[in-house]
């Protein structure tokens, strides 16, 4: 099975400053990855399909990039309302592996 | 818009079996999508369980696949988890999910639509 992983595991950043998460995976996968914002005590909320493209309703500040096995999520300036951990999937094919999550808090 | 619904009971005792249903309101479980479940331990990180189609095909995890078996019924518009030997190791938060796609060579495996979450605890 392929394997996911992500970086960091958790960061501290400023409001306004711009927050990179990187996640890779262990074969190349194409475009088929997904990144996920889950807040404190809710459920995942899908941000980002087919590697870079926003989910309807997701503010701009948020991008994704990425094709074969590196990909990256950019906050391009981090709000208050951004804390959560960020998951990264794939889903070219089953099974579908999540990334063990980065934790983004306000410093 | 689609509305998903875990249901069932929220403790299990050990070596018995974890079984979980998800109600689909809003729209067909007969749609162009399968369903899939999806596992967070307590502060822990998201674990794809397995997935199953209208058709009756399903899809597991491999480290999970000897324990699992989800099906659907069409004519409840529901779809169903059942997870044997459990351990306490199992105790966590199970969502249902939605999965599609956009391009015909991917998986189904963009959840575009979750259920609340129903913490399961695994404890006699």
């Known amino acids: 099975d392929i394997q996911m992983t992500q970086s960091p595991s958790s960061l501290s950043a400023s409001v306004g400053d711009r927050v990179t998460i990187t996640c890779r995976a262990s074969q190349a996968i194409s475009n088929s990855l997904v990144w996920y914002q889950q807040k404190p005590g809710k459920l995942p909320k899908l941000l980002i399909y087919a590697a870079s493209t926003l989910q309807s309703g997701v503010p701009s500040r948020f991008s994704g990039s990425g094709s074969g096995t590196d990909f990256t999520l950019t906050i391009s300036s981090l709000q208050p309302e951004d804390v959560a951990s960020y998951y990264c999937q794939k889903y070219n094919s089953a099974p579908f592996t999540f990334g063990p999550g980065t934790k983004v808090d306000i410093k | 818009q689609v509305q998903l619904q875990e249901s069932g009971p929220g403790l299990v005792k050990p070596s018995g079996t974890l079984s979980l249903t998800c109600t689909v309101s809003?729209?067909?479980?007969?749609?162009?999508?399968?369903w899939s479940w999806v596992r967070q331990p307590p502060g822990k990180g998201l674990e794809w369980i397995g997935e199953?189609?209208?058709?009756?095909?399903?899809t597991y995890s491999s480290s999970l696949k000897s324990r699992v078996t989800i099906s659907v019924d069409k004519s409840k518009n529901q779809f169903s988890l059942k997870l044997s030997s459990v351990t306490a190791a199992d105790t966590a938060v199970f969502y249902c999910?939605?999965?599609?796609?956009?391009?015909?060579?991917?998986?189904?495996?963009?959840?575009?639509?979750w259920g609340q979450g129903t913490l399961v605890t695994v404890s006699s």
């Open positions: 199953a189609h209208h058709s009756g095909s399903t």
């Open positions: 999910a939605r999965g599609t796609r956009y391009d015909f060579s991917t998986g189904y495996g963009i959840f575009d639509h």
């Open positions: 809003g729209g067909s479980i007969s749609s162009n999508n399968w």
